[in-house]
């Protein structure tokens, strides 16, 4: 069973930072795509950032690229996404999700093609 475990959300100011974590186990394998999707209140889940675990290829939203860095720490089966430059419409319930690899190349920041969902946490960023 793939179980992902999300953590390192808050409340921070605008221009801040805050890095989340993402524990993932229960794969069999290692070529897979996880990430982080976001949805705000009134608002549908988007993806944020994902990354390949087996070539390192990224994928980001445009609304975050040059402000949040997504990384894989292999040894502890670990994915990390760098807030900086927080912004206010960054606030929302942030998901940790995975596939397999091929989930990345189809469908790329797209909820649904990502079978496998962690708790969200909540980014609250104020003005």
């Known amino acids: 069973e793939v179980q992902l475990q999300a953590s390192g959300g808050g409340l921070v100011q605008a221009g801040g930072s805050l890095r989340l974590s993402c524990a993932a186990s229960?794969?069999?394998?290692?070529?897979?795509?996880i990430g982080w999707f976001r949805q705000a209140p009134g608002k549908e889940r988007e993806g944020v950032s994902i990354?390949?675990?087996?070539?390192?290829?990224?994928f980001y939203a445009d609304s975050v690229k040059g402000r949040f860095t997504i990384s894989l720490d292999i040894v502890k089966s670990t994915v990390y996404l760098q807030m900086n430059s927080l912004r206010p419409e960054d606030t929302a319930v942030y998901y940790c999700?995975?596939?397999?690899?091929?989930?990345?190349?189809?469908?790329?920041?797209?909820?649904?093609?990502?079978?496998?969902w962690g708790q969200g946490t909540q980014v609250t960023v104020s003005s």
């Open positions: 999700a995975a596939d397999w690899r091929p989930a990345m190349c189809r469908y790329g920041g797209i909820p649904r093609g990502y079978a496998n």
């Open positions: 229960g794969f069999t394998g290692d070529d897979y795509a």
């Open positions: 990354i390949s675990t087996s070539d390192g290829s990224t």
